[in-house]
């Protein structure tokens, strides 16, 4: 029992910690009209919070539920996120812009739903990959789950969004390994559908702006480089010590500072402090994640859902410190719960949700026994 309390504070107080650290980001922008960080600070922060708001409730939802229950109910889920991802096709319903479709509006209500596929694929192919597990239909098995988890990647490049694309992968591949497939043969597979992801990106003229931006970004700076450089002054004031929150001029130059490059901004205004105090809550988070796993004994498929779960957030962190820190070349990935991001935001904490009902398993079968005898 004490275990699983640790688990759970493991995996709540830092994600708290990563939201109220975005909340003060946001709400320290000048008060002017402009994306979130740059200005309109209350009615960023006002959405943020219903996002952080609405994930605790889905975390609750999903722990109470328990795994069990979330594994049944994993192609349920998966059919409503394939649908909803792919409702942003729909002319009224989706939303175009940057040459990209990844956005639903309805009425007052916006986002992208690709972070709810995440979560669904990796509850399907845990549910369906244990072969000692027979289920009650022949569908519901191996093949077929990593046959719908290609189609979800395969919609997410269509958008185009090939950081959402990497991350599922990450996440199938997760759920596969921590469901006992052996490492032997999920490397090359992995690495084979890399180089695919790769050669498909490749094939947009903005990508490749990006990279040449990164390669030789003095010589583009009034095109993709210029974000590259962008970085480069906030990774260079970090090291000073940090200009104070609210005070960096990160958030005035980057297109999206409070989201894609919020990690940057902290750098810049919080120094290297704020930076590791990120990166502690990211390795708090994947403490708590790997006690989760092991709470699932011997049951593949907790320990596949616990896998795919941490994929899911942690992934997209690693992609976003790299992009910030000018390690690879700028990709659209947004943190989880420290990027302005409501529907990430909710959808992560479905996700503790799960990873917090996998850790409370043993023990609420335990307190069953008992109260049976």
Not at 121 to 146: C, E, F, K, Q, Y
Not at 234 to 239: G, H, I, T
Not at 268 to 297: C, D, I, N, Q
Not at 333 to 348: I, K
């Amino acid at each position: 029992m004490a275990r699983s309390r640790v688990t759970v504070l493991l995996l709540v107080v830092p994600a708290l910690a990563l939201g109220g650290l975005c909340l003060a980001i946001v709400a320290t922008a000048a008060p002017r009209g402009g994306a979130p960080g740059l200005g309109a600070s209350s009615h960023f922060a006002v959405r943020q919070l219903a996002g952080l708001g609405l994930g605790l409730v889905l975390g609750l939802v999903a722990a109470r539920a328990g795994a069990e229950r979330l594994l049944r109910a994993a192609p349920v889920l998966f059919v409503a996120a394939l649908v909803a991802t792919a409702a942003v096709f729909v002319p009224g319903v989706g939303v175009r812009a940057a040459g990209a479709s990844r956005w639903l509006k309805l009425g007052p209500f916006s986002g992208s739903p690709a972070p709810f596929l995440l979560g669904a694929t990796g509850l399907l192919v845990a549910a369906w990959s244990d072969p000692g597990n027979r289920p009650a239909h022949m569908i519901a098995s191996r093949p077929t789950a990593l046959a719908l988890a290609l189609i979800a990647l395969l919609v997410l490049v269509a958008e185009p969004d090939f950081s959402a694309a990497a991350v599922v992968l990450a996440v199938a591949f997760a759920a596969l390994g921590g469901g006992g497939v052996a490492s032997r043969r999920l490397i090359p597979a992995a690495l084979l559908l890399l180089l695919a992801l790769g050669a498909g990106a490749s094939r947009f003229g903005y990508v490749n702006k990006r990279v040449d931006g990164f390669i030789s970004p003095q010589s583009d700076r009034r095109g993709k480089g210029f974000e590259v450089l962008a970085l480069a002054r906030a990774n260079a004031a970090a090291a000073t010590g940090g200009t104070g929150l609210g005070n960096g001029s990160a958030r005035r130059h980057l297109s999206s500072p409070a989201s894609d490059y919020v990690f940057a901004v902290v750098g810049e205004e919080l120094g290297r402090k704020g930076m590791w105090g990120v990166v502690g809550a990211w390795l708090l988070l994947a403490a708590g994640a790997a006690l989760a796993a092991r709470s699932a004994g011997g049951d593949p498929r907790l320990r596949a859902t616990a896998a795919a779960c941490a994929a899911a957030l942690l992934a997209p962190a690693a992609m976003h410190v790299a992009v910030c820190r000018g390690w690879t070349p700028i990709v659209g990935v947004t943190m989880p719960f420290l990027s302005y991001d409501p529907t990430l935001t909710v959808a992560s904490g479905g996700e503790l949700g799960v990873l917090a009902a996998i850790a409370l398993a043993p023990a609420t079968a335990h307190s069953d026994q008992q109260v049976t005898t």
